[in-house]
């Protein structure tokens, strides 16, 4: 219960305080701020026509930047920046991937001096709005790894919203990552 009422109090204020740090705002054009990333094609797209995209879009939103830790434990958790460029709110789900058995919604919660994190339910995207998904904040846990992960490999990912989801690939940064490195891409 102690968690729940940490992780309220989160979920209500993500997109105005928590994120603030890494939250853009999308301007009329769809394109973020200076603090954001090189000017992306806005041209909707799956990850079947552009393989090996670190970016995807569908129905107006678009998911940028996917990445995960090195690891070689049986679970990761995944960050990506969401841009809801659509005209409507959207709800961000879950996941799906074949190298986990598990993609769940969780948020970083305090449990009795603890950090972890826990299960949440779908997230809204308000129309014109960012959400980013960042260490001690919101993730996608991927469950049941099926294998290690080492820096500088990728992999593909399903972001699963209310609408349906968004192809893309996502890559393996350091294990003391903070932020995705860009390293071997651009866009």
Partial sequence: MRALAV?????????????????????ETGHGDAEAHETHDEAE??????????????????????????????????????????????????GHTEIASKVELVGFALKDGETGYDPLPPVP????KSLVLAPNALALRLGGLTRPFREGEEFEIEIEFDFGHIEMQAQVESINATRHSHAGHQH
């Fill in 45 to 94: 797209h799956h990850h079947d026509e552009d393989e090996g995209s670190h970016e995807g879009t569908s129905e107006g939103v678009r998911a940028v930047h996917a990445w995960i830790r090195e690891t070689s434990a049986s679970s990761a958790l995944l960050f990506v920046n969401i841009e809801n460029t659509s005209g409507r709110q959207v709800k961000l789900v879950g």
């Fill in 125 to 128: 995207i308000q129309p014109g």
């Fill in 7 to 27: 992780l309220l109090p989160l979920l209500f204020c993500l997109p105005h305080s928590a994120l603030a740090s890494g939250t853009h705002t999308v301007s």
